[in-house]
């Protein structure tokens, strides 16, 4: 399936959207399972938001799917792209679906 990129006004109306087209799980309780086995997930949908007046705001909406089928969504503010994160396996299976398409 390949990744989609949206660009919606807020992070509530990407989730708003998101959850419309069955992506119903919160995968920010589920961290450690994405950190654990990151080739289980595959990211669907992608959205990021930049804060205008504060790069605090920036946050990146992450529509993924298991390999189980289960569809939902990880959201991770700025400050989560730290090493060891479930969001920062989540943006190298980004950059690896990047590199893994034809040309």
Do not use: C, W
């Amino acid at each position: 399936m390949d990744k989609r990129m949206y660009h919606y006004a807020t992070v509530s109306k990407a989730l708003e959207e998101l959850k419309e087209k069955g992506f119903t799980i919160d995968f920010n309780v589920q961290e450690k399972r994405i950190i654990d086995s990151p080739d289980d997930f595959e990211i669907v949908h992608l959205y990021r938001y930049e804060g205008e007046s504060d790069p605090g705001d920036e946050a990146t909406v992450f529509g993924i799917k298991s390999s189980t089928g289960e569809k939902g969504v990880f959201v991770a503010g700025l400050s989560a792209f730290a090493d060891n994160s479930a969001a920062m396996v989540l943006n190298e299976l980004t950059i690896k679906g990047r590199e893994d398409r034809p040309e």
